[in-house]
C-alpha cells in the first residue's frame, strides 16, 4: 500500500499541497484529476522525491519514503513517467532503456523481454534515436524505461496527452495488466475522463491543493465533474 497522509507542501510562501490524504493499493489503477494548476503534478514530484514535502508522512508498505532522496525511492519501487515524457532525444530507444535498470537492485542488465511483448514498436526501433521517433512511441519508450527497473509503484502524469487514439488504448491496456497480472500500485495524473472510466478503479479529485472527493471512478458523476472539473 502506497500511503499520504496530511502531506503539504509550499513554493516558498505560497502552499500549494494543504494536508493531503491518500492510499493506492496493489492491484488497482488510482487515476489523480483535476483542472489544470491545482496541484497534481506536484504531488506525484513529491512521491517521487524530487521535490521534498514541508510536511505529512509518505509509505510504501509501512516503509516511511518522506525523508528519502528521489534515487533512493526509485531503488524502494518507485518509477515517475514525468510529464512530457523527457526521454532522452540523442540515445538511442535501447540505450533509453538500460537507463532505467540503475533503479534495479539486483545488479541485472539485461532489458526484461516483457518490456518488448508490453511495446513491440520498441524492439523494432532500438536503435533508433529516442528524438526520432513520435509522440506516442516516446511515450511508450518512457513507460518501458519505468517498468525496466520493475518497479512496485508506477507514476504516470498525463500518459495519453498529445498522444494518438490508438496507442492511449494500448497504453490503458498495459497499465491494466500490470496492476492486475503483476499486482503494481498505478497512480496516474489525467484529465482525460473516458481513459479514468475505462481503465480506472479509483478516483482522487483535487482543486486548490487539496482532495475534496474520492471513490471508485464509477462515482465519478457528472455532478462531481461540473463542480469541479468544467471551465
Known sequence: MLSIENLSFAYGNVQVLHNINMA???????????????????LMKNIMGTLRASGGDLSLNNVQLRRLP????AKAGIALVPQGRQIFPKLTVQENLLVGLQA???????????????????????????????????????????LVG????????????????????????????????????????????????????????MNRGRSVADGATSELTS?????????
Open 104 to 146: 534495479r537492485t539486483n545488479r541485472v542488465k539485461k532489458i526484461p523481454d516483457e518490456i518488448y511483448d508490453m511495446f513491440p514498436i520498441l524492439k523494432s526501433m532500438a536503435r533508433r534515436m529516442g528524438g526520432d521517433l513520435s509522440g506516442g512511441q516516446q511515450q511508450q519508450l518512457a513507460i518501458g524505461r519505468a
Open 150 to 205: 520493475e518497479p512496485e509503484v508506477l507514476l504516470l502524469d498525463e500518459p495519453t496527452e498529445g498522444i494518438q487514439p490508438s496507442i492511449i488504448q494500448q497504453i490503458g491496456e498495459v497499465l491494466r495488466q500490470l496492476a492486475k497480472e503483476r499486482n503494481v500500485i498505478v497512480v496516474l495524473v489525467e484529465q482525460y475522463l473516458d481513459f479514468v472510466h475505462e481503465f480506472g478503479h479509483r478516483f482522487y479529485l
Open 70 to 73: 528521489a534515487n533512493r525511492r
Open 223 to 231: 455532478d462531481l465533474v461540473a463542480a469541479h472539473l468544467s471551465v
Open 24 to 42: 493506492m493499493a496493489p492491484g488497482e489503477v488510482t487515476c489523480i484529476v483535476g483542472r489544470n494548476g491545482v496541484g497534481k503534478t506536484t
